[in-house]
Nanobody, 120 residues
Framework: QVRLVESGGGSARAGESLRLSCVAF????????MGWFRQAPGKEREAVAA???????DYVDSVKGRFTVYKDKATNILYLQMNSLKPDDTAMYYC??????????????YGQGTQVTVSS
């Protein structure tokens, strides 16, 4: 059974940084797509950043230049470095991994989420 466990969320002020981590238990794929989604209160869940099987990252426009997604292949831990945080980044952040081991994140497993709160 696949279990994704996030950590690193918390509170920050605008302009500060946080780093999220995601450990994938029972996930058989080392080169599949993994990424981060977020959901703010009253809003739909959105894809924030993902890294495909070639190690190429992709970002939603609102975080480009501020967030960096990367994976330690040796440990299969996924990270999201978030710099220059804004109040609009406040959301529950979810780690995701492609359920079919695909190169892009289509049908995904989600973790339980970690809360990020940014104050102005």
């Amino acid at each position: 059974q696949v279990r994704l466990v996030e950590s690193g969320g918390g509170s920050a002020r605008a302009g500060e940084s946080l780093r999220l981590s995601c450990v994938a238990f029972g996930y058989a794929y080392t080169d599949a797509c993994m990424g981060w989604f977020r959901q703010a209160p009253g809003k739909e869940r959105e894809a924030v950043a993902a890294i495909n099987s070639d190690g190429i990252p992709d970002y939603v426009d609102s975080v480009k230049g501020r967030f960096t997604v990367y994976k330690d292949k040796a440990t299969n831990i996924l990270y999201l470095q978030m710099n220059s945080l804004k109040p609009d980044d406040t959301a529950m952040y979810y780690c995701a991994a492609d359920a079919d081991g695909g190169s892009r994140c289509h049908r995904v497993y989600y973790g339980q989420g970690t809360q990020v709160t940014v104050s102005s």
